[in-house]
């Protein structure tokens, strides 16, 4: 049996859901318990590391995807789940279930490459980190002081890239990238800019 909790990756993989909108609240203290419990029989009795990252190999269609262990939804597609709140407690429910200290690690992911390729209605921004990070690009008009949100690029080190949409021809725009790693540090590149054509 395949379930189908995330698109294009459901073959050989696991997934686990919370009922409730973690975005602004923590998962009750029963509800934690029991997913670390699972989190604990799955690792244990399949010999997974709960603190390290591996290479999901899709064993149907051969695609493959680096990241950890245990991960949230949005480190494999464009979406909010599982919550901003119980996304940013998985570094410590890794380290519950892994029965180690927390990590002390502080160090930010470091963005580089950064470039920006303007059309006339779009832009497509590369970049690559040196570490498994979430990076959240953000671009507003030459002048203003309001960033606007694009969508979240969950992969890793190598490849990445995300397009900017509809933005006015023959207009300089402003841009940034912010990664965040597992146990969140975080790093903001300097502004850049950009002239649609």
């Known amino acids: 049996m395949v379930a189908a909790h995330v698109g294009g990756f459901n073959s050989g993989n696991t997934g686990i859901a919370l009922l ?3 975005t602004a609240r923590d ?8 997913l670390e419990d699972l989190l604990g ?3 244990a009795r399949h010999g997974i590391d709960a603190t390290g990252a591996s290479m999901y190999v899709n064993p149907v269609n051969g695609v493959t995807r680096t990241v950890a262990n245990i991960s949230g939804h949005r480190d494999w597609s464009a979406t909010e789940c ?3 709140t119980l996304y940013a407690l998985l570094p410590a429910i890794r380290d519950t279930v892994a029965g180690t200290p927390p ?3 502080t160090t930010a992911p470091v963005i580089t490459a950064v470039t920006a390729a303007p059309k006339p209605s779009n832009a497509t921004v590369r970049w690559t980190t040196d570490e498994a990070s979430t990076t959240l690009v953000e671009y507003r008009r030459a002048g203003s002081t309001s960033w606007i949100a694009s969508a979240h690029d969950a992969r890793l080190t190598t490849g990445h890239s995300m397009t900017i949409n509809g933005l006015a021809r023959r207009t300089t725009y402003e841009y940034r990238a912010t990664s965040s790693d597992a146990l969140s540090n975080t790093s903001t590149t ?4 950009f002239v649609t054509k």
């Open 27 to 34: 998962p009750t203290p029963s509800a934690r318990a029991m």
């Open 103 to 105: 990590v002390t690690d």
């Open 190 to 193: 300097p502004v850049s800019s």
């Open 82 to 84: 599982p919550g901003e």
């Open 20 to 22: 409730g909108t973690l």
């Open 41 to 43: 029989e799955l690792t």
